[in-house]
């Protein structure tokens, strides 16, 4: 009984690590929708909209990602203390990205609540 | 990149071994990357602690540097991808064998893709044996059957080159279907 308990934890936190990792650009292109954010503020904001937490690590490659694929456009704006910070806001492409993806994940959960009805 | 100054000794040394440590995983990269790379980290760190007291420097620092992980660790996709990028834009083969190198455990897809670009290279260079050693360099065939497309030291009896400088035309158009493909490989490996 516990090794079936345990098995399906496993599985569980797996799957939420997977869903994590496929949602995180969502969230980010949704919060960079409103206005831009620097890196350290980006993460602030997505810990108090979600309950997710997010390795800084893991965030500025994903960034970096967004970049080259020219979603996100970034630029440094220095600061009294003589160290820049790095905003970052949605590219032109990347409004457009959004509105897509807002329309599969519209359509996901729509697919999801029949389901489970 | 402008150094954080912290008030505690212990608190600084951390933050300066990781940047080194940063520095050093990024110091394959072009100048500019570097910077952009090191002035992204800096500028976290500096966030994330410099409203904090002296006393709890050490601690937020902790917390900071462990959250964004080791570099050597966290880096290593984005300089492999950020090398590959300087690779094809310079072509020059330095950055070619470093990218190479860096990507060589992202997939077959990376040595594909040196193996394209090697071939570029050695057609670009019979062109130049072409006219360095025009007579052992062509499209020689033997007795009406394929023998050599390149640069042969053995010509036995009964081989005919049929291009003449042609060749170099040959070669040169080659290279151009090699390096299209080659643009086409780098864009699909980007995209994955």
């Known amino acids: 009984m516990y090794y079936i308990c345990c098995m399906n934890n496993e599985f569980v936190q797996n799957w939420f690590s997977q869903v994590k990792k496929g949602t995180l650009s969502y969230i980010i292109l949704i919060i960079l929708d409103e206005k831009e954010y620097y890196g350290y503020e980006l993460v602030q904001e997505i810990k108090i909209h979600t309950t997710l937490e997010v390795a800084e690590g893991t965030l500025y490659p994903l960034l970096n990602r967004l970049k080259t694929e020219g979603i996100v456009d970034s630029k440094w704006i220095e600061q009294e203390s003589g160290i820049p910070r790095k905003y970052y806001t949605l590219s032109k492409d990347g409004r457009e990205t959004l509105t897509e993806m807002k329309k599969i994940w519209s359509a996901l959960g729509t697919a999801i609540q029949k389901i489970q009805k | ?192």
């Not at chain 2, 110091?27 to 709890?56: G, R």
């Not at chain 2, 360099?137 to 394929?146: A, E, P, Q, S, V």
């Open chain 2, 1 to 192: 990149m402008k150094r954080i100054l912290f008030n505690n000794p212990t608190a600084q040394r951390i933050y300066d071994d990781y940047i080194a440590r940063v520095n050093r995983c990024v110091s394959i990269l072009s100048k500019e990357d570097q910077q952009e790379l090191l002035m992204e980290f800096n500028s976290h760190i500096y966030e994330a602690t410099h409203n904090v007291s002296p006393e709890d420097e050490v601690e937020a620092l902790m917390n900071t540097l462990d959250k964004l992980g080791a570099p050597e660790v966290v880096l290593q996709l984005t300089v492999a991808h950020k090398k590959v990028r300087q690779a094809t834009r310079s072509f020059n083969p330095k950055h070619v064998v470093e990218a190479i190198y860096l990507n060589i455990f992202n997939g077959v897809g990376y040595f594909i893709w040196g193996m394209i670009y090697l071939l570029v290279l050695a057609f670009g260079s019979l062109a130049i044996f072409k006219l360095i050693a025009p007579g052992h360099t062509g499209f020689f065939l033997k007795d009406g059957h394929y023998f050599v497309f390149g640069y042969t030291s053995h010509l036995p009896d009964g081989v005919t080159e049929v291009l003449g400088s042609w060749f170099i035309v040959a070669v040169i158009g080659l290279m151009g279907v090699f390096y299209s493909l080659n643009t086409v490989v780098f864009r699909l490996l980007k995209g994955k």
